[in-house]
Each structure stands twice: as structure tokens, then as C-alpha cells.
């Protein structure tokens, strides 16, 4: 059976982009086709500068939307990264898999470490060297399918090569996994600035719809997204990035194509409400059940607890082959 492993960080209230362009899927389909594991990658949310309250909080409520979201633990693993000593493990040995030039190359490397260093911050160095850890949780699970939006595939191509390069010097270790990208909504951008994605760890909140957002606040934020001073209403990602994430987003939430939506609508208004109206519908049922899942921690625990026996025991065999293989003297 595939196996597939994907994971959301606990940097900031879940988006309407994680919903759209990953969890979604996530439910709808892979914990249906596949042996499908789904992480809160909480030690990737540790690579920028952070509240260890705030995280913590954020780590629960990132697992407690995923299974409000409609993940079935009777279906899927669901389980918090920090919590299976795998991935810190096999993260070491990707280290030492990959090179400096390639952590180096990675876009969200450098657009990250560029804007801590305007703030004047210091760039961790578990900024660089995220990748590898991503590698490793995809590795320590021989996933061979990793679902992500456009904005991860390159660290999935970097986890490919370190499976390639580790399999061909020290013999085969790891399954070579490939990313799958949804075909809607793969990247929602942010409403108030259409040029770059709607990204839960961003400070200006004006352009972002969190899952747990009331129905006026959506409707506030969609009704202010920013357009252009075109008239008519047409499907031109390029020139017009604005409408065309409105129709993007109405698409993805009501199952048609953004240019046959475009044909339908004369006015941004229309546009706007009708899109303000499909995702407060299809936030509601989400919100509804996370309502629900709140009042009942004791759920949420177990859930995780069992996930994380359960990856612990996928993972331990691979990377304790794989500490061997690289030349590593069994513990007795
Ligand atoms: N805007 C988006 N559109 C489509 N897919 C998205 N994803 C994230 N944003 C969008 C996908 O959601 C999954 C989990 O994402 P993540 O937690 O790795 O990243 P994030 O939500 O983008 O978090 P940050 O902290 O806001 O991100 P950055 O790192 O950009 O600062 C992934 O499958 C992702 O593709």
C-alpha cells in the first residue's frame, strides 16, 4: 500500500491556504488511498524566533483542527513530530547526507534568513538546516508520496536527492519519495497582497482567513480583498493576481474551474460575496467540531498518544538500519 507522509507547522493559526491547498486533500482523499501519516511538525516551528507558550498552544490546536477537519485516527496516524525521537535522530544523518551549497540554494532559506536579518534578528541554524529534517520525516517513514502545496516542493526534491545519494553509498536504506500537489487551490495567496501566499506565520492579518475566524470576520476580510481597477471579470492569474485568487478560492470550495466561474460573474461585488459565502460554508462544519473536540481534551490526547506509538514503531527499524548502514556501532 502507498505510504504517505505530509505535515503542517505549528507557526500560526491554520489558514484557509492550509486547508485548501493541503488538509483537504488530506482528508478527502489520502487517508482513503493510502497508509497516510499526518504531522504537527512542531521542531520546524523551533527555526525562526518564537514564544514557547504560544507554540505549545498552536501544536494543539493545529492536531485538534486536523481531526476536526474530518482526519480519522481509525484511518490515518496523526501524531506531533517532538514526539517520536526518529525524526531529531535521522534529521543528524541527513546532516551529514547533505551539502552546505544545497541547504543554501533553498528559497525559503534565503527569503527567510533575508527578512530575520532586516529586523535586525540572527538567523538560527536550524533555519539551514530545516531540509534535512524534513527529509527525515519523510525518510524515517519510507513514504513514497509526500502531499504538499507549491511552496514545499523543493524540499521534497532535496529529500529525494539525500535518498538517492544515501541508497547509493552506504546501500539501500530509503524509499525515494515524490511530491503530489493538489490540482485546485494549490496555492492560495494572501487577500490584502495577491502576490505572495497566505502564510499562517505572517504578521499582517488583514489578508489572511484563519480556520477558527467567526463568519463576519470572513466575510469582512473577502469582502476587502484587494483587486485591480480592471473592469470585467476574467481569469488572469499574470496581470490580474487579485481576481484570479478569488476565483481560485471560489472554485476550490464549490468544485468548478476558476475560467468557467470567470464567464459567470460582471462584477467584483458578486465575485466577492458569492467567494465570502462558499468558504464561511465550508469552514462551518470544521469550526463546529473543533467546538466540540475542545470540550473533550481527553480525546485529543489519546489520539496523539496512540499516533505517536504507532510512528514510533514505523519509523524505528529504518532509521536504526539506516544509523548501522552509515557506519554507526549498534548500541549493545
Ligand atoms: N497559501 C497556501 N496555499 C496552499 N497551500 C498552502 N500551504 C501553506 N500555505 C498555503 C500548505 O499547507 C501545508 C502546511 O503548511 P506549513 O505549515 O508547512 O506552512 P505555512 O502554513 O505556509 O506556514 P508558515 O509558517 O506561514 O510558512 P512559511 O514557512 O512560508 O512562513 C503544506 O503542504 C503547505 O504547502
Not at 500560526?12 to 499526518?38: C, I, K, M, P, S
Not at 540572527?122 to 520525516?137: E, F, I
Request: proline share 5%.
Amino acid at each position: 500500500m502507498t505510504r504517505i507522509f505530509s505535515g503542517i507547522k505549528p507557526t500560526g493559526h491554520l489558514t484557509l491556504g492550509n486547508y485548501l491547498g493541503a488538509v483537504r486533500r488530506w482528508v478527502e482523499v489520502d487517508q482513503h488511498r493510502a497508509d497516510a501519516l499526518f504531522c504537527v511538525v512542531d521542531l520546524h516551528a523551533l527555526t525562526v524566533d518564537h514564544d514557547p507558550g504560544r507554540v505549545r498552544r498552536l501544536s494543539r490546536q493545529a492536531a485538534t483542527l486536523l481531526l476536526a477537519a474530518g482526519l480519522d485516527p481509525a484511518r490515518c496516524t496523526v501524531f506531533v513530530q517532538s514526539h517520536v525521537d526518529e525524526h531529531a535522530r535521522l534529521s543528524y544523518l541527513m546532516e551529514c547526507t547533505a551539502t552546505d551549497g544545497e541547504m543554501r540554494r533553498m528559497i525559503q532559506y534565503k527569503e527567510k534568513a533575508a527578512r530575520e536579518q532586516q529586523r535586525g534578528g540572527s538567523v538560527r541554524l536550524s533555519l539551514l538546516t530545516y531540509p534535512a529534517l524534513m527529509a527525515a520525516d519523510i525518510l524515517a517513514y519510507q513514504a513514497d508520496e509526500v502531499p504538499v502545496g507549491d511552496d514545499q516542493t523543493q524540499h521534497v526534491e532535496l529529500a529525494r536527492d539525500l535518498a538517492v545519494r544515501f541508497n547509493q553509498r552506504y546501500g539501500h536504506a530509503f524509499t525515494v519519495p515524490r511530491a503530489v500537489r493538489p490540482q485546485v487551490a494549490a496555492r492560495v495567496m494572501d487577500l490584502q497582497d495577491p502576490t505572495s501566499k497566505m502564510g499562517k506565520s505572517h504578521a499582517a492579518t488583514a489578508g489572511i482567513v484563519y480556520l477558527l475566524d467567526e463568519p463576519d470576520v470572513i466575510r469582512r476580510k473577502v469582502m476587502r480583498a484587494v483587486t485591480d481597477s480592471g473592469s470585467g471579470v476574467a481569469y488572469e492569474p499574470d496581470t490580474r493576481p487579485g481576481v484570479a485568487n478569488l476565483l481560485d478560492i471560489l472554485a476550490a470550495c464549490t468544485g468548478s474551474s476558476p475560467e468557467e466561474l470567470a464567464e459567470s460573474y460582471d462584477s467584483y461585488g458578486a465575485l466577492k460575496k458569492d467567494t465570502a459565502e462558499a468558504v464561511v460554508e465550508v469552514l462551518r462544519p470544521l469550526r463546529e467540531r473543533h467546538g466540540e473536540l475542545c470540550a473533550d481534551p481527553g480525546q485529543v490526547d489519546r489520539v496523539l498518544r496512540e499516533g505517536a506509538e504507532r510512528a514510533r514503531a514505523l519509523a524505528r527499524p529504518t532509521v536504526d538500519a539506516a544509523y548501522s548502514a552509515i557506519g554507526l556501532l549498534p548500541a549493545l
